[in-house]
């Protein structure tokens, strides 16, 4: 019984991806700087930084960045790569903004666009939904192989968040783990999303230390003593082989205060949040929200002082959700984990 039902599921997929296929937004060609939101050389809001805060512009690492869901449509779809109006304003002016710019101080940062899942794809569980994964999902790996080619044997740090999670999990264990390329990676940040613990299994250490390089660090951000049931129960991952719900799985949550895996600390070991201050205003000096943080049943638990509310603040906060601040909420803390973890490489190697 079981096999038929892996068979059904495997002709199912097979199915939708092929009907997938046909309607398919145009692929990317990511030899073109057209394909890319971020690159080296280009001058993209990923080069912003806070107020206060200096770049240096090191080059010491190459950093591949996988953005998250941008495109909110309540269907299942995918969006083309190049898309504009609301997608790639939301890409420009938050994401590469206010994620992908905390490793410009550290390193060359490549940020592919691809054919993303709409929101409603990326968090439906069914064979529709996984074949737009798996189409974005080629796209990542195509914009990585080229990624390579373009960085030679240099050291390299996987990013991402939500969507980009996804995809960098699978990345890792389809492309990574187990080959040469394991060697070259520095550490792997993939917050937001439901990331199991038994990725140890698979040979890629959970980080347990801030200076801890070639492991893997993930978390997600709730108000504390919050269970997002959703996150633990039905998040959609990669894993055995096929896109499947997280279904319980005990959860990898590294705390990014500590850099530890679970645990609790003081919001006074913040070095600094940043949020925004309104479309194409400079990004303000980073603030101190916390009054604490703590990692319970795989969930990253952050208590927020009532003046800093409203700076995070959206819908998902009303339900006590973090998610679109996993970044902007430890912005200093990973952009001084980044370089500390890339001069413990280089003392290594």
Request: hydrophobic share 40%; net charge neutral.
């Amino acid at each position: 019984m079981k096999r038929l039902g892996s068979l059904i599921l495997s002709v199912g997929l097979g199915l939708a991806a092929a009907a997938s296929a046909v309607a398919a937004p145009p692929a990317p060609d990511y030899a073109s700087p057209s394909a890319w939101a971020a690159r080296p050389g280009h001058e993209d809001t990923a080069g912003d930084a806070p107020a206060g805060v200096t770049s240096h512009s090191r080059d010491d690492v190459d950093v591949f960045f996988i953005h998250p869901t941008t495109d909110l449509r309540p269907i299942i779809d995918n969006a083309p790569y190049d898309a504009s109006g609301r997608a790639e304003t939301a890409l420009r002016d938050g994401v590469l903004r206010f994620q992908a710019s905390v490793f410009n101080d550290c390193c060359r940062i490549y940020a592919p666009l691809y054919r993303q899942a709409t929101l409603k794809a990326i968090t439906t569980n069914s064979p529709d939904a996984y074949a737009t994964a798996d189409l974005a999902y080629r796209d990542v790996e195509a914009a990585f192989r080229q990624f390579l080619a373009q960085t030679g044997d240099r050291p390299f740090i996987l990013a991402a968040h939500s969507q980009g999670s996804i995809h960098a999990l699978r990345l890792l264990q389809q492309r990574i783990i187990g080959t040469p390329l394991q060697k070259r990676l520095v550490v792997a940040y993939i917050p937001g999303v439901a990331l199991p613990l038994d990725i140890e299994k698979q040979g890629l250490p959970v980080c347990r230390s801030a200076a801890q390089t070639g492991c893997v660090a993930s978390w997600n951000t709730v108000a504390m003593d919050r269970d997002d049931r959703r996150r633990r129960d039905d998040a959609v991952i990669w894993w055995d082989g096929h896109y499947q719900p997280v279904a319980g799985r005990p959860l990898a949550c590294v705390n990014p205060l500590t850099w530890t895996l679970g645990g609790r600390a003081d919001g006074s070991r913040n070095p600094g949040s940043v949020h925004g201050d309104g479309r194409d205003a400079p990004i303000p000096a980073p603030v101190q929200p916390f009054d604490a943080t703590s990692c319970e049943t795989g969930l990253l638990g952050a208590s927020i002082k009532p003046e800093n509310r409203r700076q995070f603040s959206d819908v998902l906060t009303m339900l006590g959700i973090y998610h679109d601040f996993d970044y902007g909420l430890f912005y200093m803390a990973i952009r001084q984990n980044a370089a500390l973890r890339i001069a413990a490489f280089r003392s290594s190697r």
